[in-house]
């Protein structure tokens, strides 16, 4: 039986959406080939780089600790078992930007994939907000996210990865981040900005969100994918 390799990763460019508290990313021409060959004095090559200035949770990204708890660990230093391992992927699509993805939802969702929920999961949500929002004025402002009670939920069945295809796995009206709250009381990380959950709903699967290894870093951009079986 064969893998296939799904990509789960939003594209990085300049003017791409950004969670308004996160810096803009701008991407900048260092050096072109013809400034290059001018340069080294090559007749036959030259080398072209960019710049980037983007946020640590610029696209699709995970969290350190750090960034909600100033004792918790920063990205470098937290165990990369956070970051891959096995996951599964349940559907919340069906509940409404106007209210809060309860501990009911998620148990519902789970017992529909089929799937047994196993401490040191990486669990994924799929809301179904990229599909239906992305590039819209909906993005940034309209979508659900996770109670403190659901949220909580995850936490204690085990989860090590609260995955999610939205800006943040908080309602947007919870001025208490209540998903953010929940990580940092259990040391576990989110993963935002995913996308193509609907290529790996309701699957268990082997999952990849490697963060750059950033000195005291708050989280990274990451390239997300799934191994799936085929």
């Known amino acids: 039986m064969g893998l296939k390799l799904i990509d789960l990763s939003q594209e990085i460019y300049q003017g791409m959406s950004v969670f308004?508290?996160?810096q803009k990313t701008f991407i900048m021409t260092n050096m072109s080939h013809e400034e290059n060959m001018s340069m080294t004095g090559s007749k036959k090559?030259?080398?072209?780089?960019?710049n980037l200035l983007i946020s640590e949770h610029g696209g699709t990204h995970c969290d350190a600790v750090w960034e909600y708890k100033p004792s918790g660990l920063t990205i470098d230093k937290m165990p990369l078992q956070h970051f891959w391992g096995s996951a599964i992927c349940i559907d919340v699509s069906h509940v409404p930007p106007s209210r809060?993805?309860?501990?009911?939802?998620?148990?519902?969702?789970?017992?529909k994939s089929g799937q047994t929920l196993q401490s040191g999961d990486i669990i994924?949500?799929?809301t179904g907000h990229y599909d239906r929002n992305f590039n819209t004025d909906k993005w940034q402002t309209t979508y659900s996210g996770l109670s403190y009670a659901g949220a909580k939920w995850l936490a204690e069945q085990g989860v090590v990865n609260i995955g999610?295809?939205?800006?943040?796995?908080?309602?947007?009206?919870?001025?208490?981040?209540?998903?953010?709250?929940?990580?940092?009381?259990?040391?576990?990380t989110n993963t935002e900005n995913l996308c193509n959950l609907d290529k790996?709903?309701?699957?268990r699967f082997l999952f990849f969100g490697l963060p750059l290894k950033i000195r005291d870093g708050s989280g990274s951009p990451i390239r997300a994918i799934a191994l799936v079986e085929e």
């Open 20 to 22: 308004p508290m996160h």
């Open 45 to 50: 090559l030259g080398f072209s780089a960019r």
């Open 100 to 111: 809060s993805i309860e501990p009911a939802d998620l148990e519902k969702a789970v017992s």
């Open 124 to 126: 994924l949500l799929y």
């Open 164 to 188: 999610v295809d939205a800006p943040a796995i908080d309602h947007p009206d919870d001025i208490d981040f209540s998903g953010h709250l929940i990580c940092g009381e259990y040391d576990i």
């Open 200 to 203: 790996v709903v309701n699957q």
